[in-house]
């Protein structure tokens, strides 16, 4: 399996140039199309985003950075892994917990660092997603722009917007998530699929006991668990799951807290407090989805990135750090080929196959949180992917531009 770039890759996007790409029209402003934006502005292209949200609001939970993601956004762009460790939190320590908050077990984060030559981050997405827009001229993101299609011949790609409007491009990223409409044309695989079990999560500043600066926190329940993270500036972000065979999302807010303090009710107070003082407009409640890995991302001018292209169980924290790799190639691949068509063709052969192995060993790995049985959950995993639990870690983190 390859799983480096070769030395001659290593370039700086900035000296390069695409004479056949001009405009780039993006859809989606989360962390992907901001990122690929970026990335192409570097290139010499013209590149406009297109988002549907009327604006950028403090949303999102907190995120976790990993090795290989933080080595491919500071290829897009130097010296932006220092302003995120300055606006988040360099973890120095992992805490287990058992649900009354005594800590069960302590190991040091150092061994990223150490091994893998970047830190773990642990930062809140909604400033990931102010530094990523801080790096574009304001007038290249255009908010309340919801994308409804696009038609395309030989020549360019029109793109259509619920407010009327058009544009034309040369070429068109669909970076909107895991519920793409660029991926519903191009592919129509449907709605996601439910992986059974559901999220809650929210980021709140409040006078806590239960994690020190620093630390990240794993507190393991019966059938459930909940991640405590420090995102910087004494903001807390928790995120409650819990194995759950059907789903169904609630409109009203308070039902939505209730829910969650339900299921706390016999928790300890430090961390039934953490829930108690939460907004209820401030939670968010999700279905934890995937889909099937597609033997295609592009056609023609058009391609995925990110969740419209892999999107993947969260449980090995690689959603966010493997679209920031996604958005590296995608600019290195158009800066090496000579039409569209090859850029696509090459961007597709090099992301296909390792996201691929992380979509499904991230699927297997959702199911190990909820089991005692951790040591056939492992076996499944390692059948999977031909690699042990560090194997897989070596493989990913290791993994630079
Ligand atoms: C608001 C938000 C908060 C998140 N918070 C977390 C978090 O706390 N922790 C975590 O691990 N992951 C979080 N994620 C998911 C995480 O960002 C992604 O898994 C990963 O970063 C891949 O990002 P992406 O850019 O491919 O997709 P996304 O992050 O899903 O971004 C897609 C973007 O496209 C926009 N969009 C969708 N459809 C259209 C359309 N038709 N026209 C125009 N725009 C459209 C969406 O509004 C969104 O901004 C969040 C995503 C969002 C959108």
């Given at each position: 399996m390859n799983t480096h770039t070769s030395a001659q890759e290593k370039i700086q996007l900035g000296k390069l140039s695409t004479p056949f790409i001009e405009k780039v029209a993006i859809i989606g402003a989360g962390l992907g199309g901001l990122a690929v934006a970026i990335a192409l502005r570097k290139l010499g292209c013209e590149v406009q985003v297109y988002e549907k949200a009327q604006d950028f609001r403090p949303v999102g939970g907190g995120l976790g950075l990993l090795p290989n993601g933080l080595n491919f956004l500071d290829a897009i762009e130097p010296g932006i892994v220092e302003t995120i460790k300055n606006s988040g939190c360099e973890v120095s320590k992992t805490v287990l917990k058992n649900t009354q908050g005594e800590t069960i077990r302590t190991n040091p984060a150092s061994r990223f660092q150490d091994k893998y030559g970047q830190p773990l981050i642990t930062v809140w997405w909604w400033r990931l997603q102010q530094i990523l827009v801080s790096?574009?001229?304001?007038?290249?993101i255009h908010l309340h722009h919801r994308c409804v299609g696009f038609e395309q011949d030989d020549h360019h790609v029109s793109i259509y917007f619920e407010n009327g409007e058009k544009v034309s491009a040369d070429l068109l990223i669909g970076?909107?998530?895991?519920?793409?409409v660029i991926r519903e044309a191009l592919i129509g695989d449907g709605k996601p699929r439910y992986l059974g079990s559901m999220s809650w999560r929210t980021v709140i500043k409040c006078n806590q006991e239960i994690l020190n600066p620093g630390e990240l926190g794993f507190v393991k329940g019966h059938k459930e668990f909940m991640y405590l993270l420090n995102v910087g500036d004494g903001y807390i972000a928790w995120l409650y799951r819990k194995l759950s065979r059907d789903y169904s999302l609630s409109q009203d807010a308070g039902e939505v807290k209730s829910r969650v303090l339900n299921q706390v009710a016999d928790w300890g107070e430090s961390l039934r407090s953490l829930v108690a003082v939460t907004p209820a407009e401030q939670i968010l409640e999700t279905p934890i989805c995937d889909r099937l890995p597609l033997k295609s991302w592009s056609q023609g001018r058009v391609t995925l990135l990110g969740d419209a292209a892999h999107p993947m169980a969260p449980a090995l924290g690689q959603g966010a750090n493997s679209t920031f790799e996604d958005a590296y190639e995608l600019t290195l691949c158009c800066s090496q080929a000579s039409s569209i068509q090859e850029a696509l063709a090459s961007y597709q052969q090099r992301r296909i196959p390792r996201t691929q192995l992380m979509q499904g060993r991230s699927a297997l790995g959702e199911m190990r949180y909820y089991t005692t049985d951790t040591k056939n959950s492992d076996q499944q995993m390692q059948e999977h992917s031909q690699m042990s639990r560090e194997e897989f870690q070596d493989w990913a983190f290791n993994y630079k531009p």
């Open positions: 790096k574009l001229p304001s007038e290249s970076a909107d998530g895991i519920n793409s």
